[in-house]
C-alpha cells in the first residue's frame, strides 16, 4: 500500500509514517503543493555495525611492509599538487 501526504501532514504524524514504512508500505510526501510527490519515505538500510565481525588486530602481520621513512616530509613537487598549485 502507498500512503501519499502533503509535508504537513507528514510532520503531524511522522511517527505514524515511520511504522508504516517500517512494516513495508511506501510513503510518499508531497512537498510543495504540486500533484506529484517529492519525496519518499524508506527505511535506512540494515545496520552494517551490527552485521561486522569483530576486528582481530594483527591479522595482516607480515603482509606488507611500511618504509621508513614514511613519515618524513613529502617533496615540493608532490606537495604542490596536493595544495593545488
Partial sequence: MTVHVSVGEAAAHLSDLVQKVLSGEEVLINVDGSDQ?????????????????????????????????????????ILKDFEGQ
Avoid at 527505511?43 to 555495525?49: L, R
Avoid at 591479522?59 to 621508513?68: A, R
Fill in 37 to 77: 510527490e517529492q519525496v519518499k519515505l524508506v527505511p535506512s538500510p540494515i545496520d552494517k555495525q551490527a552485521t561486522l565481525k569483530p576486528r582481530k588486530p594483527g591479522i595482516d602481520e607480515g603482509q606488507f611492509v611500511v618504509p621508513d621513512n614514511f613519515n618524513d616530509p613529502l617533496p615540493d613537487e
